[in-house]
């Protein structure tokens, strides 16, 4: 079966020119021309991606993304923001949204396909980490990608997919310093470019998700001009940890 993606973007002209390139490409391709309609056509339809624009008519794309990721229906549907808005404060926004990759107008289309095909190839239900023998536990993490969940010492710590596979990236090398185009390559898929703004966000969730102080994170550290370090207590030290607050 030809995955399925869903289009939501009112200029007529771009929508065709996304539409015909993602069906030569193999793809069933789905278009609603506002926010409305493409969030009721995602609840219907549940489409494999949603490639969204973010100025639309009747509710723009950032609350349409937010009201997916809410939905349990849709909450895992990969999404693309397509859009004009290139200030790094839209795409954090987006980000923030729940976007999965943001990619601004105007683009190239070989690189809108390649950005397609990642997305579908990381979110194919079935994780990376799951798809190798590799590290899974280090002390008081362990993942859990059959279900993209953490354990964090005692607490289970749900994950969006991109989270999942950064935070895996990060604890296959584990103490060691891991630069922005690595991470790019291994967790979105395709080439780096200059703007690390994409990984910065997602640490951030991170963060937010599994240190005591986000603001001093002790866990997942950031190498300035380097890159990101995943550091962790070892068994041992959990151990000691637990001695000397029982």
């Given at each position: 079966m030809m995955p399925r993606i869903l289009v939501i973007d009112d200029d007529a002209a771009i929508?065709?020119?996304?539409?015909?390139?993602?069906e030569m490409a193999g793809?069933?391709?789905?278009?609603?021309?506002?926010?409305i309609k493409g969030q009721?056509?995602?609840?219907?339809?549940?489409?494999?991606?949603?490639?969204?624009?973010?100025?639309?008519?009747?509710?723009?794309?950032?609350?349409?993304?937010?009201?997916?990721?809410?939905?349990?229906?849709?909450?895992d549907i990969p999404?693309?923001?397509?859009?004009?808005?290139?200030?790094?404060?839209?795409?954090v926004e987006g980000f923030n949204s729940g976007a999965d990759d943001y990619l601004t107008k105007p683009f190239e289309l070989e690189e809108m396909l390649a950005r397609v095909r990642a997305l579908l190839r990381r979110t194919d239900r079935i994780p990376q980490a799951a798809k190798h023998s590799e590290i899974l536990n280090y002390g008081p993490l362990t993942l859990v990608p059959e279900r993209f969940e953490?354990?964090?010492?005692?607490?289970?710590?749900?994950?969006?997919?991109?989270?999942?596979?950064?935070?895996?990236?990060?604890?296959?090398?584990h103490g060691q310093t891991v630069s922005p185009s690595e991470i790019l390559k291994e967790v979105w898929g395709y080439d780096p470019d200059d703007d690390i703004e994409t990984i910065r966000v997602h640490i951030r969730h991170l963060r937010t998700k599994m240190e005591p102080d986000p603001r001093h994170p002790r866990y997942i550290k950031t190498v300035y001009g380097a890159g990101y370090c995943l550091e962790l207590p070892s068994n041992e030290q959990v151990a000691e940890e637990s001695k000397s607050s029982a």
């Open positions: 929508a065709e020119l996304v539409a015909i390139n993602l793809y069933e391709v789905t278009h609603a021309e506002d926010g009721a056509l995602a609840i219907q339809l549940l489409p494999d991606l949603i490639v969204l624009d973010l100025m639309l008519p009747r509710v723009d794309g950032f609350t349409v993304c937010q009201r997916l990721r809410r939905d349990d229906r849709t909450s999404v693309l923001m397509l859009t004009a808005l290139s200030q790094t404060q839209d795409k953490a354990v964090w010492y005692v607490n289970t710590v749900k994950l969006t997919h991109l989270e999942f596979e950064l935070l895996h990236c990060l604890l296959q090398r």
